[in-house]
């Protein structure tokens, strides 16, 4: 089968031909029929330090497919052969404290798919059935490849309260389109889309119009939020750029008593006001990480069933896995919502 291998400890990656993997007892095989690109992908073809700490090549990388299931292994009940199914990357070890009382997704001993096994870049992929959503039969591939991502934001967006919320949303990469979407769609009465890149502040306002944009690059974003909530502040902030600088703001807009999410992840330590920011309001602070199995992918399902929220306008470019160069450099631009690959 073709797939894209991170060969060796240095920028890049190769398609290449390789064995269709073996799969053990308890896991499946599914032939890909969408992959989307994530942060984590640019990482590991740039081979950032984030890369370099995590991964040991030569290694078949990306985690965000759908793909339908052509083998099963011998202990598996579900998924069954045809079944469409979406990958959860988190592969938990079922052992630890966590796992043991509901918190799979933040397992002791989590390995990633596409990080620490091989992944989804390729024709096939050998998947845990741990690891496997069901989709229905008509489920269209791209949108259950950008389920995994779409369940950050909803993790993220539903780690507290959103109903008749005020929100502020810190970035609009892909998961912070998401947010955005997800937010309004679940009732919160004031949105904020904050993000310097102006086509992805026109993405926000594809997805949920309602939503007042900021660009922090061109206003004061801290005093545009405060005056439009009585100067008291909002009552979510949701950090999902990753920026020091945002991290900090998402604090400082917050009203008392109110709560902020944490989702991207800070590329340095972020100083915090700490009396200011978070004692004397009696701040919330929330770390999320990944997608509560299976809260998350219950509620995402739910959610678009509902019709209140269709998160494919996120994505804006599709290609064949042989323009991995390609896509990959355009996704590392910031100028897109989601990329998609066909092997
Ligand atoms: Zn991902
Ligand atoms: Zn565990």
Known sequence: MKALVKTGRAPGAELLDVDIPTIGATDVLIRVKAAAICGTDIHIYHWTPFAQARLKPPLIFGHEACGEVVAVGDQVTTPKLGDLVAVETHIPCGQCYQCQTGAQHICERMAIIGVHTDGAF???????????????????????????????????????????????????????????????????????????????????????????????????????????????????????????????????????????????MPSAPVELDTPEDIIYKEATVLGCTGRIMWQTWWQMQYLLESGRFDPMPVITHRFPLADFSSALELAAGGETGKVLLYP
């Open 122 to 264: 390729a024709e096939y992929a050998r998947i845990p059935a741990v690891c496997c959503w069901r989709l229905s039969k008509d489920t269209p591939a791209d949108l259950g490849a950008i389920l995994e991502p779409l369940g950050v934001a909803v993790h993220g967006a539903l780690s507290g309260e959103i109903n008749g919320k005020s929100v502020a949303v810190f970035g609009c990469g892909p998961i912070g389109l998401f947010c955005v979407g997800v937010v309004a769609a679940l009732g919160a009465t004031k949105v904020f889309a904050l993000e310097p890149n102006p086509t992805r502040l026109a993405m926000a306002h594809r997805l949920a119009p309602q939503a007042r944009l900021l660009n922090p690059a061109r206003e004061d974003v801290v005093r545009a939020i405060l005056e439009a909530t009585e100067g008291r502040g909002v009552d979510v902030s949701l950090e999902v750029s990753g920026s020091t600088e945002a991290t900090k703001m998402a604090f400082q807009v917050l009203r008392r008593g109110g709560r902020v999410s944490l989702i991207g």
